[in-house]
């Protein structure tokens, strides 16, 4: 599908999916970190493979209330700062907990089974063998991505924000880069005319 863009997923869809995750991956843990930070935080496949602890962690250690995508692992060097969301928090606070001792800060949030870093690739095929048992067509690992940075605009409201807020959560130079990631709401639109 060159061109066309990644398919956004419902509320049950990622529930779906993360069930799926948590029953059939032989590493739910590290997994249900990959659709967190794919989901929760916008991360792409390579912001995923390229994840820290010292990305995530405080001072103290703990896990903290944000992350910080670098320059070093984010396209075109667009690195940023993403609130922490709480599924997100849970899921990295119990892959800590899963391993045998704390990571150093400079390791690696999601390995391989080796227990080197994933790389992008490895992620962008995770996603796709996910997607495929699941049986969900036009999705890819850029699915999470498109659906956080939708999700995000449609809530800019209730928020009290502006697309502005989701261009710099997202990373992107170009607020139009944003504008192509959110996918319309014919019923949003509806109602948007009739409170005219």
């Not at 227990?115 to 690992?141: D, H, I, K, Q, T």
């Amino acid at each position: 599908m060159p061109g066309s863009q990644a398919l956004l997923l419902t509320p049950s869809a990622v529930r779906r999916l993360l069930k799926h995750v948590l029953t059939h991956s032989r590493y739910p843990a590290r997994d249900r970190v990959i659709v967190a930070l794919s989901f929760r935080a916008g991360l792409r496949a390579a912001e995923i493979a390229g994840m820290r602890w010292r990305m995530v962690l405080d001072p103290y250690g703990k896990v903290a209330d944000r992350l910080t995508v670098e320059d070093a692992i984010a396209k075109r060097r667009g690195g940023r700062i993403v609130p922490m969301h709480r599924e997100l928090k849970a899921a990295l606070m119990a892959l800590r907990t899963e391993l045998d001792q704390p990571p150093e800060r400079d390791a690696p949030i999601v390995t391989s089974e080796r227990g080197g870093p994933m790389r992008a690739g490895s992620v962008v095929n995770l996603f796709a063998g996910w997607y495929a048992a699941l049986g969900f067509e036009g999705c890819s690992s850029h699915s999470g991505r498109r659906t956080f940075v939708t999700t995000s605009a449609r809530n800019l409201a209730k928020a009290g924000g502006s697309l502005r807020d989701v261009q710099l959560l997202a990373g992107h130079r170009q607020l139009a880069t944003t504008e192509r990631y959110i996918q319309g709401d014919t019923q949003a639109q509806r109602r948007l005319i009739a409170l005219l």
